[in-house]
């Protein structure tokens, strides 16, 4: 961790910052390529117990639409055949435990649903750094976390199936803020 502040000093409430995180991705293709890509548009919030990080919680929102590859046309098809975002236009993770690992590490487990399909995860995260300035307390998280997208039912027929991995690597950079509490 990049901070010297103690955990206790990070308690509040915070809200996700959308220009200092980053929701990417990388998929495989069975031809050995691999498929970044990210989320534009999400939001979320948070509240982090620095004494009793079991008392933590998280929420995010995904529009399943801003999903960006940098290539228009398999985007377009990622938001119809894989995604139909028609039908489920968002993405959420909703933690149901917080635990801390050690030092900076944090283990988050967590309902994500996808396509209306909820299943339960585990991302890890390491507090990278933490701050107070004049706008308010603002803490930064990486992580990552493994996904079979299948299990989501992410899949357009047989044949994306075997063209197309089906373990997907989220990489989370997030940063979150909260207004500095001022005494009465």
């Given at each position: 961790?990049?901070?010297?502040?103690?955990?206790?000093?990070?308690?509040?409430?915070?809200?996700?910052?959308?220009?200092?995180?980053?929701?990417?991705?990388?998929?495989?293709?069975?031809?050995?390529?691999?498929?970044?890509?990210?989320?534009?548009?999400?939001?979320?919030?948070?509240?982090?117990?620095?004494?009793?990080?079991?008392?933590?919680?998280?929420?995010?929102?995904i529009?399943?639409?801003s999903?960006?590859?940098?290539?228009?046309?398999?985007?377009d098809?990622?938001?119809?055949?894989?995604?139909?975002?028609?039908?489920?236009?968002?993405?959420?993770?909703?933690?149901?435990?917080?635990?801390?690992?050690?030092?900076?590490?944090?283990?988050?487990?967590?309902?994500?649903?996808?396509?209306?399909?909820?299943?339960?995860?585990?991302?890890?995260?390491?507090?990278?750094?933490?701050?107070?300035?004049?706008?308010?307390?603002?803490?930064?998280?990486?992580?990552?976390?493994?996904?079979?997208?299948?299990?989501?039912?992410?899949?357009?027929?047989?044949?994306?199936?075997?063209?197309?991995?089906?373990?997907?690597?989220?990489?989370?950079?997030?940063?979150?803020?909260?207004?500095?509490?001022?005494?009465?």
């Amino acid at each position: 961790m990049t901070t010297t502040t103690p955990l206790g000093e990070l308690t509040g409430d915070y809200s996700l910052d959308a220009a200092g995180t980053t929701l990417a991705f990388i998929a495989r293709h069975t031809m050995g390529s691999r498929v970044p890509g990210h989320f534009d548009e999400f939001d979320g919030s948070g509240h982090f117990d620095g004494d009793d990080p079991a008392k933590s919680s998280v929420r995010l929102t995904i529009k399943a639409a801003s999903i960006h590859t940098g290539n228009r046309q398999r985007d377009d098809h990622l938001r119809t055949a894989f995604f139909d975002v028609e039908g489920h236009p968002v993405i959420t993770f909703v933690s149901t435990a917080v635990r801390h690992v050690g030092g900076s590490g944090f283990e988050v487990t967590g309902d994500l649903t996808i396509r209306g399909v909820t299943k339960p995860v585990r991302v890890a995260v390491e507090l990278v750094g933490a701050r107070s300035g004049a706008d308010g307390f603002r803490i930064g998280f990486t992580g990552a976390v493994s996904l079979n997208r299948n299990h989501w039912g992410v899949n357009e027929n047989l044949a994306t199936r075997l063209m197309v991995g089906s373990k997907v690597t989220m990489q989370l950079t997030v940063a979150a803020s909260r207004p500095i509490r001022r005494s009465p």
